[in-house]
């Protein structure tokens, strides 16, 4: 078994994500220990079969919220709990298996070699990749290289990622947005703001079809609006600190 780190945890949100969360669960902790799911209001039995899992396995930790807040939310608390448990540093992986679990020491040991930095999985899309999803990105990405002036961002959406936990609770306490699927995007940016600079490390992403058990809950119309209007108040902010980033970029 892999040895406990005190510094760097895997926290893994989660909102119905239907059976693939035990294997997606059992695969992180393969790789690593401690691993944290935040089961967010689910209605769909994981919050038993997680539990039941922790009972047997001490690496395992399942904080359970009661009604359903948003991914930026039970990220939020479990970075809380985890800062008051000493931990500096959190992988964040969804609970649905897409991402790559193997990769999990590699982002660690990113994070543990540049403690300021956060560590940026850079999405390697497969042929099953919904269309649609993929130029989402191109958009997103653009818009976050223009409100941060090109600082580095491998990709602003993909939630494969170490973030170090006290500037993340920083910036979450600075804005009540950031709550939802807006949590990805708009962390890279404002902790971009803020300073921290983004290591991007190539991972494959993968989709699954509904008979494979994939689900997903992005909801194009009202995910979209969220997102759009989340781009509008980070272009507020560039435009509000554009004087700093020329500086830091005169300075690089
Ligand atoms: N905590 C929490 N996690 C969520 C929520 N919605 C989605 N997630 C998690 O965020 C990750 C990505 O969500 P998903 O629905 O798979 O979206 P997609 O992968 O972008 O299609 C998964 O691990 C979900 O379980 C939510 O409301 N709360
Ligand atoms: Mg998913």
Redesign the pocket.
Known sequence: MNPRSTTHLVL??????GRK?LA?VRAARAQWTPVWV?????TDGSAEWLSAEAATDPGLHVLV?PQ????????LHGITQAAQAGFTHALT????G??PETLIPDFMAASLAAPDAMVLGKPVFGPEAPWV?VMGRKLSNGWAHLETLSFGIGDS?Y?FRVYPIAPLIKVMHGTRFMR??DFDPEAVVRLCWAGARPINIAAPVR?FSPQEG?????KYLR?NLLLSWMHTRLFAGFVLRLPLLLWRRLLK
């Not at 935040?38 to 689910?42: C, L």
């Open positions: 893994i949100p989660s909102f119905n994500p969360v997606t935040v089961v967010d209001g689910s919220l359903n807040q948003g991914k930026g939310w039970a990220v992986m969804d609970s649905d897409q991402h999803r959406l939630g939802r699927f989709y994939g689900v997903s809950h992005f995910d």
